[in-house]
């Protein structure tokens, strides 16, 4: 019962949304409180799986191949818990104000419908449904990124439709191929019976199919080109929920599928996802240094620090998987605040063009201050969770002996040093441009408008100093991850013979 | 039957991915909806075609090789469903496009439209 609240419960407020009149205030009130409730059972999940284990729920009580299973492992339960925050965050900015067409249109309907996409796609355990839910989060996001209607954030929009849909036309290629193989699409289900029925051939096929659309979702190399060339286009809040949630759906997809499917870390698959992570990570913090609009900055540097959140899965350690999985959750706290921090520069300047920004420290050094949090963590400056993050997984290559990848990893953290310096030289630390002109009519930024990202320092600042247990967790997570056969045991029950693997 | 079922979800594949790299923004819909359409095909032929054996339960005792397999069925059913609203939705963001930039190449668009953050909405 539970388990079915992280999606029950967006989706109740988002009808309870629909039915109040378009431009009242209690809009906001709901959505926030919608997100709060979300939050809470989200962290319920959480704690109930470190204390009891893996949580199944058969829903409508078919039996597990047969129905819909849904499953909160430590990882889904993590990521739901993350989902949440950043929904809290999100509709918490909303009471700094959003424009009233976009409220009218059902703005705050739809970030609760595309939390609801994220929070399924994270819990479900049938391939077919997680496709589904992919589908959820994707509409509700081309509405949100195309709500506007502003020249650029309709192309902006297309750019993004265009290659989500081909990724998602690959992966019902493969569900429609795999269940051709296998008979059946309930993960324990596949990973436990389809050993037995597989062909090395259509394997290699399949694992390239599913690498080709959680690429792209995922936004890694060479398959990311749609994400910078729209996450820059939507307004603030609506970047900081894509950022922080959608390019982390296809990593855990990513994660979720190669682990369960196929379990053999000798296959060429990992080798391509080792390479393809590492070619993201320099590519993405080159493009990222080539930028001068901070929210493209940006989007780049959310692109290559995916290569970081991959790579676990491709050295295939538990010490690795668990980094990743500490860096997925270190990187959806920041790169939202980050795009909550670009959304102070929008309301404050009417641009994030670091070219025209400045002086931000000079006037408010507060939220300057506040602001080099997040930049030195994605930096992964000690002792921030970017740091620690990093540590682990850097830590896992070059025990398994990976000394070059260690090499790249570190090179791009220089890079990404240099990529934040920048953004705070040029946005915060430089005169700004057009000063006397400018300084005496520039609104200050109220509580509302600093709270969320109050909110995500906070917790980031919290993630560091918590960084022993939420390793332990990340590790028990990954653990959890590679004991395919504790999974299978869940969610078909005990008396499930082992399988030959 | 298999084999003609594959080579028509060959040539959707084919037709709708070359579609898609073409700069026309209804060309590049077309190929979408070829695409989902190819993808469902493929789905019912990879699962094994079985004729004429609907998968009706009408007696009692039926093994199962007496009737086709319900699953990929339903699972076309879903992703028709969903192509369906995902095509419609792409339909009008390209004729809002068509609208707003009065063409449908996408080459046309400019390189870096993005640039300049409107402050208003323009009407379109």
Same mark, same amino acid.
């Given at each position: 019962?539970?388990?079915? !609240?992280?999606?029950?419960?967006?989706?109740?407020?988002?009808?309870? !949304?629909?039915? !109040?009149?378009?431009?009242?205030?209690?809009?906001?009130?709901?959505?926030?409180?919608?997100?709060?409730?979300? @939050?809470?059972?989200?962290?319920?999940?959480?704690?109930?799986? !470190?204390?009891?284990?893996?949580?199944?729920?058969?829903?409508?009580?078919?039996?597990?191949?047969?129905?819909?299973?849904?499953?909160?492992?430590?990882?889904?339960?993590?990521?739901?818990?993350?989902?949440?925050?950043?929904?809290?965050?999100?509709?918490?900015?909303?009471?700094?104000?959003?424009?009233?067409?976009?409220?009218?249109?059902?703005?705050?309907?739809?970030?609760?419908?595309?939390?609801?996409?994220?929070?399924? &796609?994270?819990?479900?355990?049938?391939?077919?449904?997680?496709?589904?839910?992919?589908?959820?989060?994707?509409?509700?996001?081309?509405?949100?990124?195309?709500?506007?209607?502003?020249?650029?954030?309709?192309?902006?929009?297309?750019?993004?439709?265009?290659?989500?849909?081909?990724?998602?036309?690959?992966?019902?290629?493969?569900?429609?191929?795999?269940?051709?193989?296998?008979?059946?699409?309930?993960?324990?289900?596949?990973?436990?019976?389809?050993?037995?029925?597989?062909?090395?051939?259509?394997?290699?096929?399949?694992?390239?199919?599913? @690498?080709?659309?959680?690429?792209?979702? &995922?936004?890694?190399?060479?398959?990311?080109?749609?994400?910078?060339?729209?996450?820059?286009?939507?307004?603030?809040?609506?970047?900081? @929920?894509?950022?922080?949630?959608?390019?982390?759906?296809?990593?855990?997809?990513?994660?979720?599928?190669?682990?369960?499917?196929?379990?053999?870390?000798?296959?060429?698959?990992?080798?391509?996802?080792?390479?393809?992570?590492?070619?993201?990570?320099?590519?993405?913090?080159? +493009?990222?240094?080539?930028?001068?609009?901070?929210?493209?900055?940006?989007?780049?540097?959310?692109?290559?620090?995916?290569?970081?959140?991959?790579?676990?899965?491709?050295?295939?350690?538990?010490?690795?998987?668990?980094?990743?999985?500490?860096?997925?959750?270190?990187?959806?706290?920041?790169?939202?605040?980050?795009?909550?921090?670009?959304?102070?520069?929008?309301?404050?300047?009417?641009?994030?063009?670091?070219?025209?920004? +400045?002086?931000?420290?000079?006037?408010?050094?507060?939220?300057?201050? @506040?602001?080099?949090?997040?930049?030195?963590?994605?930096?992964?400056?000690?002792?921030?969770?970017?740091?620690?993050?990093?540590?682990?997984?850097?830590?896992?290559?070059?025990?398994?002996?990976?000394?070059?990848?260690?090499?790249?990893?570190?090179?791009?953290?220089?890079?990404?040093?240099?990529?934040?310096?920048?953004?705070?030289?040029?946005?915060?630390?430089?005169?700004?441009?057009?000063?006397?002109?400018?300084?005496?009519?520039?609104?200050?930024?109220?509580?509302?408008?600093?709270?969320?990202?109050?909110?995500?320092?906070?917790?980031?600042?919290?993630?560091?100093?918590?960084?022993?247990?939420?390793?332990?967790?990340?590790?028990? &997570?990954?653990?959890?991850?590679?004991?395919?056969?504790?999974?299978?045991?869940?969610?078909?029950?005990?008396?499930?013979?082992?399988?030959?693997? | 039957?298999?084999?003609?079922?594959?080579?028509?979800?060959?040539?959707? =594949?084919?037709?709708?991915? =070359? %579609?898609?790299?073409?700069?026309?923004?209804?060309?590049?819909?077309?190929?979408?909806?070829?695409?989902?359409?190819?993808?469902?095909?493929?789905?019912?032929?990879?699962?094994?075609?079985?004729?004429?054996?609907?998968?009706?339960?009408?007696?009692?005792?039926?093994?199962?090789?007496?009737?086709?397999?319900?699953?990929?069925?339903?699972?076309?059913?879903?992703?028709?469903?969903?192509?369906?609203?995902?095509?419609?939705?792409? %339909?009008?963001?390209?004729?809002?496009?068509?609208?707003?930039?009065?063409?449908?190449?996408?080459?046309?668009?400019?390189?870096?439209?993005?640039?300049?953050?409107?402050?208003?909405?323009?009407?379109?």
């Amino acid at each position: 019962m539970l388990l079915t !609240l992280p999606i029950v419960l967006p989706l109740g407020t988002a009808i309870a !949304l629909h039915l !109040l009149p378009r431009r009242s205030r209690l809009l906001r009130v709901v959505a926030f409180l919608g997100a709060l409730l979300s @939050l809470v059972a989200a962290v319920a999940i959480l704690l109930r799986t !470190l204390s009891a284990g893996i949580q199944v729920l058969q829903v409508g009580s078919w039996p597990a191949p047969f129905g819909i299973t849904l499953v909160a492992d430590l990882l889904s339960a993590l990521m739901v818990v993350m989902a949440a925050i950043i929904g809290v965050a999100v509709t918490g900015s909303s009471f700094a104000g959003v424009d009233p067409r976009r409220e009218g249109l059902g703005y705050h309907a739809l970030i609760h419908i595309l939390l609801m996409g994220v929070s399924g &796609a994270f819990l479900t355990g049938d391939i077919f449904n997680l496709y589904v839910w992919f589908e959820v989060m994707l509409i509700a996001s081309f509405v949100l990124m195309s709500l506007h209607r502003t020249r650029a954030q309709l192309h902006a929009a297309f750019t993004y439709v265009g290659l989500n849909l081909l990724a998602s036309a690959f992966f019902l290629t493969a569900i429609g191929l795999l269940y051709g193989q296998a008979g059946t699409l309930n993960f324990a289900d596949l990973a436990h019976a389809w050993p037995e029925r597989r062909t090395p051939g259509l394997d290699a096929a399949l694992s390239m199919l599913f @690498l080709t659309s959680f690429g792209i979702k &995922a936004g890694l190399f060479p398959l990311f080109f749609w994400l910078p060339a729209s996450y820059h286009t939507p307004p603030a809040a609506v970047g900081a @929920l894509l950022a922080g949630l959608l390019t982390k759906v296809g990593v855990y997809a990513m994660i979720r599928v190669f682990t369960l499917l196929f379990p053999d870390p000798s296959a060429s698959v990992y080798t391509a996802i080792l390479v393809m992570s590492a070619i993201t990570m320099v590519v993405g913090l080159i +493009g990222a240094l080539g930028q001068h609009d901070l929210r493209r900055v940006l989007s780049f540097n959310l692109v290559g620090h995916i290569g970081f959140t991959t790579v676990g899965l491709a050295l295939w350690t538990p010490a690795a998987i668990a980094g990743s999985i500490l860096y997925v959750l270190h990187h959806m706290l920041v790169i939202s605040t980050l795009f909550l921090v670009s959304g102070l520069f929008l309301r404050q300047k009417r641009t994030t063009d670091l070219r025209a920004l +400045g002086g931000m420290y000079r006037a408010q050094p507060f939220v300057a201050c @506040l602001a080099l949090i997040p930049l030195f963590s994605l930096a992964g400056i000690p002792p921030l969770s970017g740091f620690i993050a990093k540590l682990a997984i850097v830590g896992s290559m070059i025990e398994s002996r990976h000394y070059l990848l260690a090499g790249i990893s570190l090179s791009v953290s220089l890079l990404t040093i240099l990529s934040m310096a920048r953004v705070w030289e040029e946005a915060f630390w430089k005169q700004a441009p057009d000063q006397p002109a400018r300084s005496a009519h520039q609104p200050r930024l109220s509580a509302a408008i600093l709270g969320p990202v109050v909110f995500l320092v906070t917790l980031t600042i919290g993630l560091t100093l918590a960084a022993d247990p939420a390793y332990r967790v990340a590790t028990r &997570a990954a653990e959890q991850l590679l004991d395919a056969d504790g999974y299978v045991r869940a969610v078909l029950g005990e008396g499930v013979p082992r399988a030959a693997r | 039957m298999e084999l003609l079922l594959a080579v028509v979800a060959g040539v959707l =594949y084919a037709t709708g991915l =070359y %579609l898609m790299l073409r700069r026309r923004l209804a060309q590049l819909i077309i190929g979408l909806g070829l695409l989902s359409n190819g993808s469902n095909i493929l789905i019912l032929s990879a699962a094994g075609v079985t004729r004429a054996k609907p998968p009706l339960i009408t007696g009692a005792s039926i093994a199962a090789d007496q009737f086709a397999d319900p699953v990929p069925q339903s699972l076309i059913l879903t992703a028709i469903v969903i192509g369906f609203g995902v095509l419609a939705f792409a %339909l009008v963001l390209a004729h809002r496009i068509h609208q707003s930039a009065g063409s449908d190449d996408i080459d046309s668009f400019g390189a870096d439209s993005t640039q300049a953050l409107p402050a208003k909405v323009d009407r379109a």
